[in-house]
């Protein structure tokens, strides 16, 4: 998941020094990173990070795995 979204992000950020903007994502096709833009840039400043993704991606995963410390050991 992580390496495919590595993949995307750094092909379509390639020429633009690995920022997306939301002409870069328009440009790369990427149309979840347009249509959820402003929240994917946490800090608002126009740019997105691949951290900033990469954490965007990782809160809405369907497949979150719970915390650890709320899993109760039945014994
Ligand atoms: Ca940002």
Known sequence: MTQRL??????ATA???HLLTPEVAREA????A?????EID???DG???????SDFMDERSPVKMPS????????
């Open 15 to 17: 020429r633009s020094n």
């Open 6 to 11: 590595r993949t995307k992000f750094d092909a």
């Open 29 to 32: 096709n990427w149309g979840f």
């Open 34 to 38: 347009v249509s959820h833009f402003a």
């Open 68 to 75: 650890e410390k709320q899993i109760q050991i039945i014994e």
């Open 47 to 53: 740019f997105v990070t691949f951290a900033e993704i």
């Open 42 to 44: 946490r800090d608002s």
